[in-house]
Structures are given as structure tokens and as C-alpha cells.
């Protein structure tokens, strides 16, 4: 899997995550039950390991590949 914004957001989709607001290129996303997670825009690059891991530990899923 590909580390860049396209396949964290589809990731993220699949698991019921869903955006409930962009400003600039911070997204902002949030499922029932779970607080609010930011994660920012990256156009064509991938995002950083200590970025992943961070996400992993708040939404609980699998990012890195």
C-alpha cells in the first residue's frame, strides 16, 4: 500500500471513518465513538513513518504498508 493521502482516505473510508471538514490542506476526520483525527495534505508524497504511526495509534488501523 502506497502511503500518500489517496490510500490513508480510502483506508480510512472503508473503516467508516468520514471527512467532516477541510481547511487548507488539513482534513478533518471522525467515526462514531472516536474523537476527531487531523490529517494533512501531502500532494504526491508520502507521509512520514513517525506521521503513520501516530495515525495508527489513533484510529486504530493498519496504515503502513
Known amino acids: 500500500m502506497k502511503n500518500n493521502y489517496r490510500a490513508i482516505q480510502r483506508k480510512l473510508s472503508d473503516n ?3 471527512c467532516i471538514r477541510i481547511c487548507g490542506s488539513t482534513y478533518q476526520y ?3 465513538g ?3 483525527i487531523v490529517i494533512p ?3 504526491n508524497k508520502s507521509y512520514p513513518d513517525e506521521l503513520l504511526t501516530f495515525l495508527e495509534h ?4 493498519t496504515l503502513k504498508s
Open 16 to 18: 467508516g471513518w468520514k
Open 30 to 32: 471522525t467515526k462514531p
Open 34 to 36: 472516536e474523537p476527531v
Open 41 to 43: 495534505y501531502f500532494q
Open 58 to 61: 489513533q484510529t486504530r488501523l
